[in-house]
């Protein structure tokens, strides 16, 4: 086993002598700041109890005593390893001594050679032909594997040439050398990384050998590398690109692009739209040229705008996208949709010539450190009310005053209420919506005509059957969220489906359809979401908004068309009473609580007893829709009324609505599958006599037809 494992084996057994021996080691276990990227761990609340620059040094180690390679190169690239992320160490006082005798704690590859160095003269005096090789391998280590995904230049690994021109190595040494330290590196991050990138680094390494430098990349190569990951979860970037061309001066904002080094990019930006990408970017390069509105700027004097970036970092930003939720670290929606909508008021002109309109509660900063006048630091900067306002967001994020807290934040960055997003919950809430296609079968039977539009499609799995089922069919699906149009785009690409989507409001259809172009509209288990979260004629749970929802789809639709609903129904007569009994002791806790936040309409219970309550049966199955879901979902679907007509009531609102013409081809009303089920071992469900009853029909399916002459 290689001497720097066994000493790390010491340490962690307890052995704190190790520590004075070795100071590579005792950088590393100092550490007070966890820099890492953020990209590589699964939860933030693990690194208080965890040293992960530790942890990954000791992979790299680990790996390379397994490799079949030469004693030399095994010794030789062990001291490389233990002192590559040394500039990541140290506790708070001891950094803060570095950066103040120039070493660069922002660039580790860079600070990392800087300790090395530092030690080696202060111990032995000048570097040995061995110590500069080190030196060097420490200096460029990561290189390779950051050109590959767009971060830096091939050039920036030219500096290996001088250990062939000076003799130290032969070019087949220095391949053989560089091979096993990517592996290394690369396959301590994860070994499926490695076997993914081994042929392009071996080729790469197999140039810088044999001197030759590749082709400089243009400006849409070196994007295409740094969203590569993007585009492989289906972004389309060829015509996302092309798009942003036709209204940026690309040539202009990407002026010098290709000589900056990038830090941390992916980490912080993955998981915005190219859009959005493009212009963090554009403003990262370019608010030096026209920042002198910026005030600390001014201040501290020209080197501001004057001096040539050669790094830009979004480190400050990456640590500000991530926190622990539930133990798992998640990206801060809160943060990313205020972000998003920061950018979406920018046009490309306002990010490539400035300025940008004040927002008194978020604007972009790019910070320079007279230390690294090289080196730019890019990120956001939220205001101290907005900061107060996410900690309460994420704070609340398990209690019912959630909802409250996060209209407050769109109130204050004024998002459009009917834009309340599910946050942490969308990706399930979209498979969920995914696994009901049995449920949305029956939808197929009575579409008619080519041209489909489906009201919220969700994750699309209506927009599969139809495609699948009726393939002379054109489905488009229509969303409000622009999260759910982007997600099925994407998912579109990578599973080549030919339905299209667009982002579009269901209650001004003529807006992006033609009237009279449409065949039918589908409105399968959204309307009750419109009439719980749109607020109409200044409030939400209006019946309005479901009438006008159904003139809009009308109005668009050919004659002969359809409107097809499937959602939830109440039950009439209206003053039947149900009891529930709770088999579960916390049930009633429930209910107490679901009554209290439950907006739509007042719900009214008599306790019967400890664990049996009585209830008007549309409050009673109102409460166990919710219920069914279970605590993971229950901020969001207390929010919305399921069952909002009884059946003459629909059919009513069909008629006062579309007129007595519209024609009513199907009005079915049923126990949705699975409810029973869900339910069996939670609650009894009761007559008023206490004789069990079964559930009441808690969907309904209508086809609503346009008369083919008027």
């Known amino acids: 086993m290689l001497n720097a494992l066994d000493t790390i084996t010491a340490f962690r057994r307890g052995d704190e002598t190790v520590v004075q021996t070795y100071p590579w080691l005792t950088k590393l276990v100092s550490a007070e700041e966890r820099i890492v990227n953020l990209e590589r761990i699964s939860s933030i609340g693990q690194l208080a109890d965890a040293n992960p620059v530790l942890d990954y040094v000791e992979r790299t180690l680990k790996i390379l005593d397994s490799l079949p390679i030469s004693y030399w190169i095994k010794e030789l690239l062990e001291e490389v ?11 708070v006082r001891e950094r803060l001594r570095w950066q103040h005798s120039e070493i660069n704690m922002f660039l580790h590859n860079i600070g990392s050679a800087q300790l090395y160095e530092r030690h080696i003269r202060d ?3 000048d570097l040995t032909p061995h110590e500069k090789m080190v030196h060097t391998l420490i200096l460029t280590h990561g290189l390779v594997g950051q050109h590959i995904r767009g971060e830096v230049a091939f050039e920036e690994n030219l500096p290996l040439l001088k ?10 040494e220095l391949i053989r050398l560089l091979v096993s330290l990517n592996h290394c590196i690369i396959g301590a991050v ?23 430098v590749p082709r400089k990349w243009t400006n849409e190569e070196r994007l295409r590398r740094l969203r590569s990951a993007s585009i492989a979860r289906g972004e389309d970037f060829d015509n996302v690109l092309q798009g942003i061309q036709k209204e940026a001066d690309l040539d202009y904002g990407l002026n010098g692009f290709l000589d900056i080094t990038l830090w941390y990019v992916e980490a912080a930006l993955q998981d915005y739209s190219l859009e959005e990408f493009m212009k963090v970017l554009l403003l990262a390069l370019h608010s030096d040229r026209w920042g002198k509105g910026q005030k600390d700027a001014v201040e501290q004097g020209d080197y501001m705008s004057t001096d040539r970036v050669s790094h830009l970092s979004f480190e400050p930003l990456m640590n500000d996208m991530y926190y622990d939720y539930k133990g798992v670290k998640k990206l801060n929606v809160y943060k990313k949709r205020m972000i998003e909508q920061y950018l979406q008021q920018l046009d490309w002109k306002a990010c490539l010539y400035g300025p940008v309109m004040a927002n008194p509660h978020l604007t972009h900063k ?4 007279p230390e690294l006048p090289d080196t730019a630091f890019f990120t956001f900067q939220f205001s101290q009310a907005a900061e107060k306002l996410i900690e309460f967001c994420i704070e609340a994020e398990k209690s019912p005053l959630y909802e409250k807290a996060v209209l407050l934040l769109f109130d204050l960055f004024g998002l459009r209420r009917d834009a309340y997003d599910r946050f942490h919950n969308e990706e399930s809430y979209l498979s969920d919506m995914n696994s009901t296609g049995d449920y949305k079968k029956v939808i197929l039977d009575y579409i008619t005509g080519t041209v489909v539009l489906d009201i919220g499609p969700g994750g699309g799995v209506l927009l599969d059957l139809i495609e699948e089922r009726l393939p002379h069919v054109r489905p488009v699906g ?5 999260n759910v149009i982007e997600a099925l785009e994407k998912r579109k690409r990578l599973e080549q489906k030919e339905w299209t989507v667009m982002k579009g409001d269901a209650l001004k259809l003529k807006d992006y359809v033609k009237p009279g172009s449409v065949d039918t509209v589908i409105f399968s288990s959204i309307l009750h979401e419109l009439y719980s979260y749109i607020e109409r004629e200044g409030s939400r749970f209006n019946t309005a908004t479901i009438e006008a929802a159904l003139a809009s789809a009308y109005e668009v639709l050919a004659p002969g068309g359809r409107i097809i609903i499937r959602d939830g129904i109440m039950t009439e007569p209206r003053d039947i009473w149900r009891r529930i009994r709770f088999l579960e002791s916390d049930g009633p806790e429930w209910l107490k609580r679901y009554a209290a936040d439950f907006k739509g309409r007042v719900i009214t219970y008599d306790q019967v007893d400890e664990l049996e309550v009585r209830m008007p049966v549309n409050d009673a199955m109102e409460f166990l829709y919710t219920y069914t879901w279970g605590a993971e979902a229950y901020v969001h679907e207390v929010q919305e009324q399921f069952g909002y007509f009884t059946p003459t009531e629909y059919v009513e609102c069909i008629r006062r609505t ?4 519209a024609i009513i081809r199907v009005q079915q009303h049923f126990l949705q599958e699975g409810y029973t089920e869900a339910l069996a071992e939670r609650i009894e469900f009761m007559d008023d006599e206490g004789r069990p009853v079964p559930l009441p029909d808690s969907t309904c399916l209508y086809v609503i037809e346009k008369p083919a002459c008027l």
């Open 81 to 91: 390893l233990v002192w590559a992320e040394t500039a990541k160490g140290g506790t």
């Open 123 to 125: 111990t032995k005096g």
């Open 163 to 172: 250990l062939t021109e000076e003799g130290l190595l032969s070019p087949d």
């Open 190 to 212: 994860s070994e499926d990384l490695w076997y993914s990138v081994q042929e392009e680094v071996e080729s790469l390494i197999r140039s810088l050998a044999s001197e030759i």
């Open 366 to 369: 790019l910070e320079r450190k």
């Open 478 to 482: 229509i969303d409000i969220s622009s």
């Open 658 to 661: 579309l007129g007595t013409e």
